[in-house]
């Protein structure tokens, strides 16, 4: 069950970190919204030290779809009715900017960067295209709408997004890595304000950033509340009629298209961790009605934050944690949210004025219909009886049986047969 990248790609090693340390930024999770924040810091020549619990890009990087994008769903709609025209054009902007650093850093590094156009599709309702076209025009952003041939289907409608852009994101990351300052098998096991305890000695530090995918500090910013999370699955076929475009579906289960080299990735089946939903079974009957003569190469999933309004958190922790600053809540864009994230939490280091700061600030009103349904999971499966406990907050885990393991509906945390962590936001293993 591994990814294309993570078949095809060598990442370089890094040495635990054993005994004491000292740095002005600690950095925790290696990840790509990590190693980019150690990238961008280094580039200003502040001091940081970015610590991983297993190896760099180990878990959700290595299993992305490695879209590059601006283009989040049908969303600017829904936006310019929350948060305005003028923060709407902010988002989109932001996202923009990610997409042209992209643009520049891949520029001399082999990672099979690829221009791409993107789309986002509707199988049935042309209002809802129609209706994101008006939104987008409000903003001014260039854009098309197409019937999107290519499909194996036909489609109400899709809305494209000119000169995104598609790569090999561990091809990437061991290049950018190669001089940062990172220690890997480094599991922080305790915070308190200025100092981090690792399995083999403490971290000194005056500033920090959670870039653990889902923040593993639950006294602060209620992200427990601000956030679920979502499992997608992708199968790779060979012998299928090219995919020129990048492709989404309006629908969270819908499917999602785009090419490597001669192959195509088929994305889709997904749902909240913890329930019932098709995964690459659903995707194997899509094979075989679309793509009758492909053949599958490998298959994978990966596990996404859930934001309350469509936007990530970027910034600082929580009001009372102003040395403290977050990057999570990507949305299934972690591609783009993370060059985003970097940027803005660099500039915010170094006390650099970044426009697009109060629109991800992590601290905005969190009144949202998806604040109810968080909380009803949370409360249904703390009173769930079960034998098998989260170490998190004490939800009851559910076993699925597809991907053998212990998943928590409430927050997302997983774990194997053996009660070894797969996910966070849990911090360690289930007591057996």
């Not at 069950?1 to 970190?17: N, Q």
């Not at 070894?420 to 057996?432: E, H, I, Y």
Request: overall charge positive; some cysteine; aromatic content about 10%.
């Amino acid at each position: 069950m591994d990814s294309i990248w993570t078949e095809t790609a060598v990442l370089p090693c890094f040495k635990a970190l054993e005994g004491n340390a000292k740095t002005d930024v600690l950095i925790i999770g290696g990840g790509i919204a990590g190693v980019l924040c150690a990238y961008f810091l280094q580039e200003r020549g502040v001091d940081y030290l970015l610590v991983e619990a297993d190896h760099i890009c180990s878990g959700i990087t290595g299993n992305t779809t490695a879209k590059i994008t601006s283009q989040h769903g049908l969303i600017y709609h829904k936006l310019l009715k929350s948060i305005g025209c003028e923060r709407t054009k902010l988002y989109l902007q932001a996202n923009e900017q990610a997409v042209q650093k992209y643009y520049e850093l891949c520029r001399n590094i082999d990672c099979d960067f690829e221009i791409k156009n993107s789309y986002v599709y509707s199988l049935n309702n042309r209002k809802k295209i129609e209706k994101e076209a008006c939104a987008l025009q409000k903003t001014g952003f260039d854009f098309e709408i197409t019937d999107a041939g290519e499909l194996p289907f036909s489609i109400a409608g899709a809305i494209g997004f000119k000169n995104q852009a598609q790569f090999h994101p561990l091809k990437f990351i061991s290049h950018i890595v190669k001089n940062l300052k990172i220690y890997e098998n480094t599991f922080v096991k305790e915070l308190s304000e200025h100092t981090a305890l690792t399995e083999k000695g403490s971290i000194q530090f005056q500033r920090i950033i959670f870039a653990t995918h889902f923040p593993m500090d639950n006294k602060h910013g209620m992200y427990f509340f601000k956030m679920y999370q979502h499992r997608s699955y992708v199968i790779m076929l060979e012998n299928t009629a090219r995919i020129d475009g990048m492709y989404v579906d309006e629908d969270k289960k819908g499917l999602s298209f785009r090419s490597y080299k001669d192959c195509l990735l088929l994305g889709g089946g997904g749902c909240r961790t913890g329930k019932k939903g098709g995964n690459w079974k659903e995707l194997r009957e899509a094979a075989k009605e679309y793509y009758p003569s492909s053949k599958e190469i490998c298959f994978w999933a990966a596990q996404d934050c859930m934001s309350l309004d469509h936007i990530p958190y970027i910034g600082q922790y929580s009001k009372r944690m102003l040395k403290c600053y977050v990057a999570t809540g990507f949305n299934k864009w972690g591609i783009s949210s993370s060059m985003t994230a970097a940027m803005l939490l660099a500039d915010m280091i170094t006390e650099k004025e970044n426009v697009y700061a109060e629109v991800f600030n992590p601290s905005r009103n969190m009144i949202k219909p998806q604040l109810l349904v968080n909380g009803f999971e949370s409360v249904v499966n703390l009173l769930t009886v079960s034998k098998k406990r989260c170490p998190h907050l004490g939800c009851a885990l559910k076993w699925n049986p597809v991907e053998h393991s212990w998943d928590c509906p409430c927050h997302g945390s997983r774990f194997d047969s053996q009660g070894r962590q797969l996910d966070n936001p849990a911090n360690g293993n289930l007591k057996q």
